[in-house]
């Protein structure tokens, strides 16, 4: 798959543009030859050479039905519940929710498309470039960086390169997929600039990469790496480049690009940048007129009671969810005039934290939605809200935790009292695995991060609301059923 090399491509379309982060005058690139570009380190040039890679980074993480909402879905903190006919979608986000999906779920073909996508045009790139030094260095780091969203959820996958120009590729095992990107990255790191990029890798980024690879090295490979983890997070706190954001929610703004807290971001732009629509796929039909969307929410992903209850009404990260009556935008209550008969709230518009229900008839205002990324007054259906992949309090909690489970109390203490107190708490005294366990989940609600912890916890395999003991095969995701049709080399992970 993936193997038609582009040999030259001087002229970038506009199209695979990135919004105001990577628009160049065009002149720029007028009558310079492909010597030229070989022989070239000129940042602003390569900015626009790794634009094509980035923009399918950026494509559909955001989105419904993706690799995002396999790693939401599936955890314990958010469910699309099934409202008669809406949501029902054969079933596919009921068995997320209840660990009993199959090999053949679109979503697991759809995210593992958009990571060989992403992975297949940096490969393009690197073939085209292979002199401009800094340019490949970025690139293979860029490639680590999808894998290490592959053998979080796949495990065994094929590893390509630039070089396997061959047929249809075999599954690597786990083990070698990890030494490939933990080698990618170690090889690259010190050709990364370092200054704060945000939207691009840099030194620091690629290290925090590197730190939560070694985070869940036991996971991935039987063998714990948690000095590492906590060496590669030290990296990117002792930069001084980053610094927590006195305020949490400033991380999610529409407009966040000077957030001293985000490392590495999605630039999703409604206009030049589709692909992120949480709004859409959260809010209920009639929140239209809370923001004035420019189109009818979805009124899909909803938290769970237990994992909303969880939180300190004191801690401001609770704000991280729309719970209670909803108004419109000039203040009049909302209401749902279709609101079932037995829905205790009756027709006005209310977020309750119970769900009555997962399937199949769950109350349409049952419960609370996503409210972390902020929504723009008018805002269309794709949000202009960089999204962040990895923020500096993961790395104060990577040290927290690293640090711990090495048995330095006192050391993991400072960084994890750090995030706490921003939210609001008071500080802690003593440590336990479950209270890192927890504010991570506090923290990164919505982040694509609560699957990852909960098996790196073990506690993934816990039954939770509607949800029983999950056979322990579904730590990983099965290889998608299309791809093995398509490649008979493909081997099905066990239990599949």
Known sequence: MFKSIRKTFLLIPATLMLGSCWELDQEVLDGITQEEVNNSNNPVLIDVLKASAYSRIVGSWGSHNSIWSIYEVSSDALAIPQKGADWEDGGLWLRMHRHTWQPSDEAFNNSWSYCYTAIGEINNLIVAYRDVEALTAELRVLRALVYSWLIDSFGNVPIITEDDLDGNPTNNSRQEVFDFIESSILENVDLLPREDTK???????AHAVLAKLYLNSEVYTGTPRYADAEAAADVVINSGIYSLSSNFFANFATRN????????????????????NIGQMTLHYSSQSTYNLQEQPWNGYASLEEFYNSFDDDDVRK?????????????????DISAEAGDPDGPPLTFTPEINQLAPNAFRQAGVRVGKYEIANGAASNLSNDYPLIRLSDMYLTKAEAAFRQGNTSEALGPFNMVRERAGLDPLSTLTLDDIFNERGYEFFAEASRRTDQIRFGKWNQPWWEKGQSEPFRALFPIPLQQINANPNLTQNPGY
């Open 257 to 276: 690009g000077g957030s001293t807290e985000n490392i590495l971001t999605l630039p999703y732009d409604e206009n030049n940048a589709g692909g992120f």
């Open 199 to 205: 939207t691009t890798l840099n030194y620091y980024s």
């Open 319 to 335: 704000n991280s969810f729309l719970e209670g009556p909803q108004f419109a935008a000039d203040g009049t209550r909302l209401e």
